[in-house]
């Protein structure tokens, strides 16, 4: 089947990709004419794990290409997804400047019937607005079909892959089963296909990350007790997760969620409940998540004391989780600038977001090559992304570097009574010992 994908962000660009690999002719489409330039070669402007292998192999057998010309690539394609962004606007709601251009530029390439698919995540209501967009542009027939995608960073090409659901929307038949075919190859295991209408399509992911979000500020609230009360939040959360009706993931406690989604599709939805529902839970979600990102400095202060002018921070982890360079509303960023606001110097090392990080703080901190590189005069380490390279280094190393044996681990990937035992200062989550 011939494929348009209009935007060649984390979504688009796993979603062109993907289809490209089942066997399907795909056209991935940027008004960015240098991103489209470095992907003709090949290269991909985003970090995840697979995902530019991919990329070349379905480029060289001729089944993945890049433009800028989204009429061409509307015109040869039975199939348009639409993947741009949504990004949040200043009264927290989703901007759907980006949708509403893409859709009303599609509407003007048109030349027979199109099936629609909106893959952006978009507020409840939007499959309408694109069927009046494009309505307002053609005469031509089409369908729209909602469907959300349920995409981690760092694993998104394996989640397309072997996806737990698709998600269709619409009140078509036809274009719901034609999007159907293209998933099939993905769910052979049996996993489902769900068909609804497209209100609960869209819906579906802004529910599913509300909860995850929730369970996540829901185990931080949790860890600043466990501390007060002198409890252990890595046993609380083990007898927990043995419970089946909450499991074991998303209860990790940490210096907050961040990402191109947590943050940004709570507020959306506190603001599609807007005046007429106030969404109590979820703005209590970000409360939690918001003070959770400032617990780790407090930490430092306690033990340095308010001011830290001429104290230098080795800072491990700069991405808002491992297996990807996104740094969008990454806790780092609030506990970095919380440190130099304060008076501090900052040394940083991530294995991926090196390149991002320089876009944000620009010379205000200091770039290590390598992790050890970045300890050599610090007064701690903080651990601020749980990346497998930082779980086993060389600790007396470490200690040699440090000015003085302290590690502030904002993610829990140590024990306690090791580092004790190698004379070291340890201070984490919600566990009893600081």
Sequence with gaps: MNIAVIGTGYVGLVAGTCFAESGN?????????????????????????????????????????????????????????????????ATGHANLEFVRDTAKAIAKAINAFKVIVTKSTVPVGTADQIKQWISEETAQPFAVVSNPEFLKEGAAVEDFMKPDRVVLGGDDAEALETVKELYEPFVRTGNPILVMDSRSAEMSKYAANSMLATKISFINEVSCLCEEMGADVTEVRRAMSLDRRIGPHFIFPGVGYGGSCFPKDIRAMIGMGGTRLEM????????????????LVEKVK????????????????????????????????????????????????????????????????????????????????????????????????????????????GRNIYEPSDLQKLGFKYYSIGRNHG
């Design 25 to 89: 002719d795909v056209t991935c489409v940027d008004i960015d004419a240098a991103k489209i330039a470095l992907l003709n070669q090949g290269r991909v402007p985003i970090y995840e794990p697979g995902l530019e292998e991919m990329v070349r192999r379905n480029a060289a057998e001729q089944r993945l290409g890049f433009t800028t010309d989204l009429t061409s690539a509307v015109q040869k394609s039975a199939v348009i997804f639409i993947a741009v962004g949504t990004p949040q606007s």
């Design 280 to 295: 109590l839970l979820l703005q209590a979600v970000e409360q939690v998540n918001e003070r959770q990102k400032a617990i």
């Design 302 to 409: 306690r033990h340095f004391g308010a001011d830290l002018t001429g104290l230098t921070f080795a800072v491990w982890g700069l991405a808002f989780k491992p297996r990807t360079d996104d740094m969008r509303d990454a806790p780092s960023i609030t506990v970095i600038a919380a440190l130099l606001n304060a008076g501090a110097r900052v040394q940083a090392f991530d294995p991926e977001a090196m390149d991002e990080a320089k876009k944000i703080f620009g010379d205000r901190i200091g770039y290590a090559a390598r992790n050890y590189d970045a300890l050599a005069g610090a007064a701690a380490l903080l651990i601020l992304t749980e990346w497998n390279e930082f779980r086993r280094p060389d600790f007396r190393r470490i200690k040699e570097l440090l000015k003085a044996p302290i590690i502030f681990d």
